[in-house]
């Protein structure tokens, strides 16, 4: 077979693949049965969902399985107020679905294109210190180990199995369907708007304590930082106009940093003009339904680094990072973000044990990023700093280990739910180690 048919490709074009089979099941009898076609084959095996993290996670030259097509809600229970999901389903289209039947996720991360497997199997979040990272929101979840055999667990049933699987980038089974549980379906007032640097950053604790979610977007260039606070609200739904959607989603932080750019490069003479403030632009006070305000469209492609830190060590941390911006010359042509979780206790989240402060850098597409990711990480490293799993970073097992205090429960689970190492490829034993 030419595999160079097959040639995948993730959402940022930072990582690629040329596998020798692809498969599309939409039943977990077929997801079985990929299994132990790869075992017959002696190959590799390594899943994938809409292909949103950054890293090599999900690469093979074996068997990719795509979970387009496995995408269904199996159950929806509004008494418990519980939904079971294949994992295959988009946050994006399952966040709808769920709220038809009156019920909503109690967070979600800022993009909502992800699978749900891989948002939850990489600790994706969200924003606010009341809140852990999605997974915590699962309270059951099917697992099919390395040799196809399903295991149900939970948090009451085979603990250290759910905890590894759950969160397991990959490399701890693979997540078949998942049971969320929710919460009645609840509107956000949404306030967005710039605020002098110096102040949101005096003050972070306070606002992080008096809004439900919190974040805030920063420039090393800027004396202004755009602030995003969301809370519950009982009143009707206020939304946005279509218009300042676009406006605001698409040509603010898609259309206008690469106009900006190109205006640059054609006309040097308007540097001075066509500064980051322009990009500083507040929406309206609005009211929506909360998956509609937790997530935004994002049209700038980039390649990303988060780190997570105690809470207590924010302000030092981000002054750290805005200082050697500052001194080394770099030219930054996105913004930082800088967002908080509460603790949780899955083995290798970033969350673990600990509320947490995550600073998020970016660059654009095509961009260097090894001059600004890799200091910035040693930063983050003073203090204790655990890397997003499906975010670019530079670290190893050996690094890592020492950051996770049940990183040994994690290996035990793995080689539990991947005894022959079917699950493993460059990255997983980069992170992880082998099997």
């Known amino acids: 077979m030419d ?16 596998p020798q089979q692809i498969a599309f099941p939409s039943t977990e009898g077929e997801l079985i049965d990929c299994i132990h076609s790869a075992i017959k084959s002696d190959m590799k095996l390594k899943v994938v969902g809409s292909g949103h993290s950054f890293v090599g996670a999900a690469l093979t030259d074996g068997l990719l399985i795509d979970l387009s097509k496995y995408n269904h809600i199996t159950n929806v229970d509004t008494q418990n107020k519980q939904v079971t999901v294949q994992v295959g389903k988009k946050l994006e289209d399952l966040n709808p679905e769920i709220w038809n039947h009156g019920l909503a996720m ?24 009341g809140f852990g990272c999605l997974a915590t929101q699962v309270v059951a979840a099917r697992v099919i180990s390395g040799e196809g055999e399903i295991i ?44 002098p640097f110096d102040f949101v950053i005096d003050h972070q604790d306070e606002f992080v304590k008096d809004n439900e979610h919190f974040e805030y977007f920063c420039h090393p260039d800027l004396s202004l930082a755009l602030t995003k606070r969301n809370n519950r609200t009982a009143k009707p ?21 690469k106009l900006t750019r190109l205006a640059k490069q054609a006309f040097p003479q308007l540097s001075k003009y066509l500064t980051h403030e322009i990009m500083v632009v507040a929406r309206d006070n609005y009211i929506d339904r909360s998956y509609s305000v937790f997530a935004s469209e994002r049209k700038q492609y980039g390649c990303e680094m988060e780190y997570f830190i105690p809470k207590k060590h924010a302000k030092e941390a981000l002054a750290r990072v805005l ?38 850098i970016h660059v654009e597409m095509g961009e260097r990023y090894e001059n600004y990711f890799v200091p910035v990480e040693t930063i983050m490293m003073n203090y204790e700093g655990r890397p997003h799993w499906g975010k670019m970073h530079f670290q190893t097992s050996s690094t890592l280990a020492p950051l996770y205090p049940k990183w040994d429960e994690f290996q035990k689970a793995r080689q539990i739910l991947d005894p022959k190492g079917i699950f493993e490829n460059a990255y997983t034993k980069r992170v992880f180690g082998p099997i």
């Open 152 to 195: 149900d667990c939970s948090p009451e049933k085979d603990a250290d199995l759910f905890g590894a699987a759950v969160i397991g980038v990959g490399a701890a089974g693979i997540l078949s369907t998942v049971t969320l549980q929710l919460e009645d379906a609840f509107n956000l007032h949404a306030l967005e708007m710039p605020m």
């Open 237 to 257: 739904g206020k939304p946005l106009s279509p218009l300042g959607r676009w406006y605001h989603d698409e040509f603010i932080i898609g259309y206008l940093p």
């Open 3 to 18: 595999s160079s048919k097959n040639r995948w490709v993730n959402w940022s074009e930072t990582q690629s693949c040329s």
């Open 106 to 129: 109690s967070d979600l991360s800022d993009i909502a294109y992800q699978s749900v497997a891989g948002a939850i199997s990489t600790g994706t979040h969200g924003t606010g210190i």
């Open 323 to 360: 200082d050697f911006v500052k001194g080394s010359g770099l030219k930054i042509s996105m913004p930082i973000e800088v967002r908080w979780s509460a603790a949780d206790v899955f083995p290798i989240s970033m969350c673990y044990g600990r509320e947490t402060t995550s600073i998020a």
